[in-house]
């Protein structure tokens, strides 16, 4: 497995900067979260400027890429993580599937791994039968574009949205029955949902693992801590990717620790890679 870290854990730095610092480190995978900086308007029209951003970067700093799509105020700066391939607006689905068409663009410019997204939420009431429509043909139409491009995508699970838990990641995952839909595995969101157990999970899903995040969390809320702030066990949750011999990306994703990034990304690097090694001896 490579272990990586997520750009949004470097809210303060530029992009240029935040690379720098994370191969600098020692990290091998970097989850780039699209922000403004990057591919501003998002959509298609900026997408030349962020591949010309992109690519030296990458040369100089060689690490995996995986494109994150989970901005919290990039499409409404007043409202946050909106709007959704579940918005109640027809206009607002439209301006979210094409901000992802975009990623899917930048991915397949860039040699990206995958792009890694969510539901979102609805923001009109509406009963759970159209939410899952609402997404599944979103995704339909995101599909038809990723496998054009030929670039996977990876499903993240998330605590409060419309698909939360592994279950409900099923469920969409047998509705689209696609190959190129696979799984972005968040341990800490199993943990603090008590969503089942995470071995489980890492073996159900080894065929379409394609994305792992992880930070420490406790069980009850959502919040993302550093390594020995929670109670889940990392230990376990890297036994059991070594154990189907994962060699994708784990992610580290500290977005709240922007404030102290390089300390802390560095403190997160020292800690999962001395178990990490503790797997290969």
């Known amino acids: 497995m490579l272990l990586g870290y997520n750009t949004n854990g470097f809210a303060h730095h530029s992009l240029e900067d935040a690379f720098s610092i994370i191969h600098e480190i020692g990290y ?66 439209r ?31 509406a009963p759970q039968a159209e939410c899952f429509d609402r997404l599944r043909r979103g995704l339909d139409d995101l599909l038809i574009h990723a496998d054009r491009r030929k670039v996977r995508l990876a499903f993240e699970p998330e605590p409060g949205m419309f698909v939360e838990t592994m279950a409900q990641f099923e469920e969409l995952h047998d509705a689209m029955n696609h190959p190129r839909f696979g799984l972005t595995l968040d341990v ?29 969390m406790r069980r009850g809320t959502h919040e993302h801590l550093m ?17 189907i011999q994962y060699s ?16 802390v990304a560095q403190a997160a690097y020292d800690f999962l890679s001395k178990k990490l090694e503790r797997q290969e001896n």
Do not use: Y
């Open 28 to 93: 091998r995978a970097v989850a780039l979260t699209i922000e403004k900086d990057l591919l501003d308007p998002p959509d298609s029209r900026g997408l030349s400027r962020a591949v010309a951003g992109l690519r030296p970067l990458l040369t100089r700093f060689p690490m995996r890429l995986t494109i994150e799509t989970g901005s919290r105020f990039l499409l409404d700066p007043r409202r946050k993580h909106q709007p959704t391939l579940l918005s109640g607006s027809s206009e607002g689905r």
């Open 95 to 125: 301006t979210r599937l094409e901000f992802l068409k975009a990623a899917v663009d930048l991915a397949a410019e860039t040699n990206a791994a995958c792009v890694s997204l969510w539901s979102g939420s609805a923001d009109d009431g």
């Open 188 to 216: 800490g969101h199993v943990h603090c949902l008590s969503d089942g157990d995470v071995a489980a999970h890492v073996h159900r899903w080894r065929d379409r693992l394609w994305n792992v995040h992880i930070e420490d």
């Open 227 to 243: 390594f020995g702030d929670g109670d889940m066990d990392v230990a376990g949750a890297i036994n059991a990717l070594a154990a």
């Open 248 to 263: 994708g990306p784990v992610h580290i994703e500290l977005s709240r620790h922007s404030h102290d990034a390089v300390n």
